[in-house]
């Protein structure tokens, strides 16, 4: 039996969850059921698209994302773990950790009578996890796919040391046009600016963006609306066990170097990330665990 074979048996529901090969080595969790669409790769536990039925689609996913094995997808819900950004001591490891980019087993599926399905995934160790990330952990992702999609990054501390963990849920949110759309939630809230050197600022008002903005808002717990004006939404971002929220857009020039976005797709795209990163990053005793959840759903404006 392959191991589409076998993945299907123990874990596609009827209405609810099938698995395919889109392409070598590629496989994705297909979700559909009453109250949406979504497509969640085994690798990465990514989850590239989310589409509450009736509506446009949540998430962004470029046109010229990669779905190769170890490359990371563009758009969706790509995981920062175990730690956002460059790492703090080892430049040469990758950024924003090594979980969006290795296989990820799919632990369980679940349809609940409210119409719902949810998903259980589990980082697999490998010998090149291990030495980058000496640790002894687990990773675990449940997702909800209903009227929202609702997703809960679970991190234990299975060892006899405590460790610093830095993540984040890098969400790419499909708008309109960013000249459309503005961000509130973070009045008042202060940020580390990556385009100015990590300089610290106070947000005023909402957030609109003009040119390339990527920042690490710290120390805040609210929930973020993505209001969009052509598309007449709002996308609401709930978040719990997050005191950071990352907001990018790499604006025309960046987007243009990195060949899975594109010219002009800055436009459609923004990313409001939950997560704990920089002076927020969570320590972890032996024994404990940690949730981050967030859940995204759509309210008309
Ligand atoms: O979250 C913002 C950020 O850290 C930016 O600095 C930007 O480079 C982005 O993530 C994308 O990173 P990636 O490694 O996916 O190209």
Not at 154 to 182: K, R
Request: a negative charge.
């Amino acid at each position: 039996m392959s191991i589409l074979q076998s993945l299907n048996q123990q874990h596609a529901i009827e209405n609810h969850v099938q698995l395919r090969e889109i392409a070598d080595g590629v496989i994705i969790a297909e979700v559909s059921n009453q109250h949406a669409l979504a497509n969640i790769a085994l690798q990465g536990a990514h989850i590239a698209t989310f589409q509450p039925r009736g509506e446009e689609p949540v998430l962004w996913l470029s046109p010229n994302a990669k779905f190769a094995p170890g490359k990371s997808i563009r758009g969706g819900v790509p995981i920062c773990w175990p730690w956002f950004g460059p790492h703090q001591t080892d430049s040469s490891l990758p950024g924003h950790g090594f979980a969006r980019t290795v296989p990820w087993e799919l632990l369980a599926t679940k349809a609940y009578p409210d119409g719902s399905t949810s998903l259980r995934f589990g980082l697999i160790e490998n010998d090149t996890t291990r030495t980058q990330w000496p640790h002894a952990s687990t990773a675990q992702l449940e997702v909800t796919v209903g009227k929202s999609l609702r997703v809960e990054l679970v991190t234990t501390n299975t060892g006899d040391a405590p460790f610093e963990l830095g993540e984040a849920l890098h969400t790419y949110f499909q708008i309109s046009d960013v000249g459309n759309m503005t961000i509130k939630g973070l009045d008042g809230c202060e940020y580390l600016d990556k385009v100015q050197d990590f300089a610290r600022f106070t947000q005023h008002d909402g957030i609109v963006i003009e040119s390339e903005v990527d920042r690490v808002y710290v120390n805040t717990e609210a929930d973020c609306v993505i209001e969009d004006k052509g598309l007449k939404r709002a996308i609401r971002i709930k978040k719990q066990g997050s005191k950071s929220t990352v907001v990018w857009n790499p604006w025309q020039e960046k987007a243009e170097k990195m060949g899975d976005f594109g010219p002009a797709l800055h436009r459609d795209m923004v990313c409001v990330e939950s997560g704990n990163a920089l002076e927020n990053v969570i320590t972890l005793q032996p024994g404990e665990t940690h949730t981050l959840m967030a859940e995204y759903s759509v309210e008309k404006l």
